[in-house]
């Protein structure tokens, strides 16, 4: 009876959701291969079927007059720097789970938002 408990448990761990918030909205991804390109970033299709780049850092901002940095510390995050007065970017430790991380961010009081940093292709005008 034992093996079964953990059996379901292990089943359940290996279909856990990924996700981020875009806009306040849910959206799930799934890994397309277990792969990185040369520049680090993996590659996703989302619920929304549109194939997304993610590196492994996170961009979160700041609430306005709240101070967040020591929340973040909290998340082992390294590199941290600021892109403007309170939005900041860090690197995810490898082998971390960058979705996890950001869902958790995302939750703290002090924290407005927090994604994984999207790669955008370049378009020549």
Known sequence: MLKYGLLSLLCLS??????????GKK???EKISESRSNSGT??????????????????????????CLS?????NLKDISNLSDNIYIAKVLE?????????????EDSIEFANPNFVKKRHRR
């Open 42 to 67: 993996s590659y996703y299709k989302n619920s929304l079927g549109k194939k997304v780049g993610i590196k492994n850092e996170i961009i979160f901002k700041c609430v306005d007059g709240k101070e």
């Open 14 to 23: 290996l279909n856990a959701e990924s996700f981020y918030y875009e806009y």
């Open 27 to 29: 959206v799930t991804v």
């Open 71 to 75: 929340i973040v510390k909290r998340y």
């Open 95 to 107: 082998g971390s789970d960058i979705f996890e991380i950001s869902q958790k961010l995302y939750l």
